[in-house]
């Protein structure tokens, strides 16, 4: 048998093997224990570093990152203390308001229509999930709701798309400054993804007002239903999203 | 903006990381902070159609490592000596480390990068040594050194799960 290198045992243990090389390993972890126990203790401190981190993905971004990531200047301190503060993430309107006022210079851009604006940061953030999509899956539909209505004080129903070919994948819980937001994805069989933002927001009672947005490339069709605020977000086309707004709009009103 | 949303859909996966790297989770997001503020003044020096995402990680390395650096500095001790420091601490804390937070804390920066890149951030060996700026050879010895010694770490030694006995 010929002498197995560390780096190969360590790529095995990566599963960065090529599927012909790893029955070459096998046999030779068979015939050294030693080796096979270092390569066992590798694999479980790779699954160890997952479980100890992972939820770190799930995390609501705080909203000082956002900002990093979408401004050329560099915050003044001030907002940063503020964007501290107001803590969470993704806010809702009541926080940027917090934000705005102790911040040494307002930033405007963020505050025009925060309803689509959040709704489409949440989906650029959560959308291209792969492990971590949503935190509860369509499988558990009605546990999903029945969390989400309940955390937002508020009884809610996630729209049935699949008439347009969009099936519902699940849900998340965020926490907006405002309160906590539902956020339910769907995908399509072409692996597009649509979310629906759902925010209570009693400031807005009265508008019912049907308005379209674009954020980044992001279409975001949002209104105003009662004290609920709806904004649906995606980068599909335009067209589409009008038919999955009208749909969910006719579904959701009450 | 455009660049914007891209950098967004990377935040959650450079938390991870930056988390795990220093164990701190605002500190982590400082080395976040300062990784998407340095992207978006070089964007322009990005390759569009190359790894985004790797290039973000080695912007974050750089910072880690000048952040690393100037800590040493400060309590008189060169990057070098920090490997014979954390050895040290292994020793004393001998009995098994239940935390594998603590027993990362525990190993050298250099060592603990590679670990998380590979093991955590999924990596491979090539695109690690890219992202370091070393030669794979190197990440290949950071990497058999690290993970010995988070086994041993993790595992505690014979001798002193005694002492503890005791």
Redesign the interface.
């Known amino acids: 048998m010929t002498t197995v290198t560390?780096?190969k045992l360590?790529?095995y243990a990566?599963g960065?093997l090529p599927p012909g090389e790893r029955a070459e390993v096998e046999a030779w972890l068979a015939a050294h224990p030693e080796d096979e126990a270092?390569v066992r203790?590798?694999v479980a401190?790779?699954r160890?570093?997952?479980e100890?981190?992972?939820e770190?993905?799930?995390?609501p971004?705080?909203v000082?990152?956002?900002r990093?990531?979408?401004?050329?200047e560099?915050a003044a301190p001030s907002w940063r203390a503020a964007a501290a503060i107001v803590a969470a993430l993704i806010t809702g309107g009541v926080g940027y308001g917090i934000g705005v006022k102790t911040a040494a210079t307002p930033q405007p851009s963020l505050t025009l229509t925060p309803l689509s604006r959040e709704a489409a940061?949440a989906h650029?953030?959560f959308s291209?999930?792969i492990r971590h999509p949503v935190e509860v899956e369509a499988r558990h539909a009605d546990h999903l709701v029945a969390w989400l209505s309940k955390r937002l004080g508020s009884q809610l129903s996630a729209p049935d798309f699949s008439a347009l070919g969009f099936q519902l994948l699940g849900g998340r819980l965020l926490s907006g400054s405002a309160g906590p937001v539902a956020q339910f994805m769907y995908e399509d069989a072409a692996g597009h993804r649509v979310t629906l933002y759902v925010r209570r927001d009693a400031r807005d009672r009265g508008e019912t007002g049907f308005r379209h947005a674009r954020e980044?490339?992001?279409e975001v069709f949002y209104w105003i239903d009662g004290d609920m605020g709806y904004a649906l977000s995606g980068q599909v086309e335009r067209a589409v999203m009008q038919r999955l707004a009208d749909t969910a709009y006719r579904q959701l009103a009450r | 903006m455009g660049s914007g949303t891209e950098l967004i859909q990377h935040i959650p996966r450079l938390r991870r990381y930056a988390r795990a790297l220093t164990g701190d989770a605002s500190r982590a997001d400082d080395l976040v902070q300062d990784t998407l503020e340095r992207a978006l003044s070089k964007l322009d020096l990005w390759r569009p159609g190359s790894d985004l995402r790797a290039w973000l990680f080695s912007l974050m390395h750089n910072l880690f490592v000048n952040q690393v650096r100037s800590a040493a500095n400060r309590s008189i001790q060169a990057l070098d000596t920090l490997d014979e420091i954390a050895v040290e601490g292994s020793q004393i804390t001998a009995l098994a480390v239940r935390d594998i937070g603590k027993a990362l804390a525990c190993l050298p920066a250099e060592q603990r990068e590679v670990i998380l890149l590979v093991g955590l951030e999924q990596f491979g060996y090539a695109e690690t040594a890219r992202i370091l700026g070393v030669p794979q050879g190197t990440v290949m010895s950071r990497l058999s050194r690290g993970r010995e010694r988070l086994r041993q770490l993790l595992e505690g030694e014979p001798a002193s799960r005694l002492k503890m006995v005791k």
């Open positions: 560390e780096d360590h790529a990566d960065l270092r203790a590798w401190q790779n160890r570093l997952h100890a981190y992972d770190i993905l799930n995390e971004v705080p000082d990152l956002l990093a990531a979408t401004r050329r560099r940061l650029v953030v291209p999930e980044d490339g992001v």
